[in-house]
């Protein structure tokens, strides 16, 4: 289903001070949920966290999904899930459909294309010249940062997880590959749960509630209009 929860999480690295300190948010199910703050204030932290790269310690509170303490979910079942698109995809050195195809395997063509065009990808992947099983063809670490993100976008599409953790690139892109991959986003987080971390204004005006995040702690909360009222 997709319902997230955080219970009073804290969290330290090893011989570091507390990443995240006592945080508590619920991310409904097919909900958004935006992470701002500035560099170090834990965002990341709370993505990992949910991606079970670290696992809490007893006292150190509970993240549960659908009800579920997570510890208690098989890494493998937990991340299939979970669907990450990060700042900087790293592609696999063979052709985009070879890259968006890994989302799931044994995908049909007829399946690639229809995720290819969600995400926006639509003159390059429509090529397709030697099909998504080849390795040989365009190579992926050859596309720009905003193909690469389409790229993975399309790859989660694929995968069709019911939760989606975002790390949104803070490089700007030019207009109209902003625009593509606003819309390549919207057609991924729509009816998924979501948790980003947020540098576009439309990802964080469109968000059902917002998490600013300091030191570690979540320092205000609410949504784009009620926090705009606050400042
Ligand atoms: P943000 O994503 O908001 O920039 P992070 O969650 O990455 O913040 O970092 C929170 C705090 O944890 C920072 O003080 C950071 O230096 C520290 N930190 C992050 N990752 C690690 C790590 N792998 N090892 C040690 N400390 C880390
Ligand atoms: P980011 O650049 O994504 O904000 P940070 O700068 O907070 O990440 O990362 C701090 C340190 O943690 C870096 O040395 C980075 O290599 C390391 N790190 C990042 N992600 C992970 C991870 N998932 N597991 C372990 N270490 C990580």
Avoid: C, W
């Avoid at 999480?9 to 409904?28: E, I, N, W």
């Avoid at 097919?30 to 949910?50: C, D, H, P, Q």
Wanted: aromatic share 6%.
């Amino acid at each position: 289903n997709g319902e997230i929860e955080f219970e009073n999480v804290s969290f330290t690295y090893d011989g570091r001070q507390a990443a995240l300190k006592g945080v508590s948010f619920k991310v409904p199910k097919g909900g958004a949920v935006a992470l701002v703050g500035e560099s170090g204030a834990g965002k990341s932290t709370i993505l990992r966290l949910l991606y079970r790269f670290y696992d809490l310690k007893d006292g150190e509170g509970r993240i549960t999904v659908d009800g579920q303490d997570i510890r208690d979910v098989t890494q493998e079942s937990l991340r299939k899930a979970i669907g990450v698109v990060p700042q900087d995809s790293v592609l696999f050195n063979a052709s985009i459909a070879y890259n968006i195809g890994y989302g799931k395997f044994g995908a049909t063509q007829e399946e690639l294309e229809e995720a290819a065009k969600a995400a926006q990808m639509h003159d390059r992947i429509l090529t397709f010249p030697e099909g998504y099983d080849t390795k040989v063809g365009e190579r992926g670490i050859r596309l720009s940062g905003g193909e690469k993100q389409r790229v993975a976008i399309a790859r989660t599409l694929l995968k069709n997880p019911p939760i989606l953790l975002l790390d949104e690139a803070t490089s700007a892109l030019d207009t109209s590959t902003e625009r593509d991959i606003q819309k390549a986003l919207q057609n991924l987080v729509q009816g998924r749960s979501s948790l980003s971390i947020a540098h576009r204004l439309s990802t964080i005006s469109s968000a059902d509630l917002i998490l600013v995040l300091k030191d570690g702690h979540i320092i205000e909360q609410g949504s784009h209009k009620q926090l705009l009222e606050l400042n």
